[in-house]
């Protein structure tokens, strides 16, 4: 399975379409529509919003391998963070690194 093939399941899996893609990347539907018939390529900005957008990576729509598996809580975590607007994401990355921190030193603590 290459690519397009891979896309074209992500966008049938998340139960959207061409249109819908195109308008959230901002390229119009007629050069969306060349991509899908290989006429022309996403650049890789595109490419990553494409994958982001579908709730994939990058890495599996090009190779189709995943670079790592997650388990059910970190497919979860990741979920609900790009559910988040930037400037929440930001602080829940925040909120979680000075969590981790505190818990390592009292994990650790002598």
Do not use: C
């Amino acid at each position: 399975m290459d690519f397009w093939m891979r896309l074209k399941d992500r966008i049938k899996a998340q139960n959207t379409t061409h249109e819908w893609v195109s308008g959230k990347i901002g390229v119009p539907l007629s050069t969306f529509r060349k991509w899908m018939t290989r006429k022309t390529y996403p650049d890789l900005r595109e490419g990553v919003e494409i994958a982001r957008l579908l709730d994939t990576s990058a890495e599996y729509l090009v190779t189709g391998v995943e670079s790592k598996d997650l388990d059910e809580g970190e497919t979860k975590l990741i979920t609900a963070y790009r559910k988040l607007n930037p400037l929440e994401q930001e602080n829940a990355v925040l909120a979680l690194v000075a969590w981790a921190g505190k818990r390592r030193r009292w994990l650790y603590s002598p």
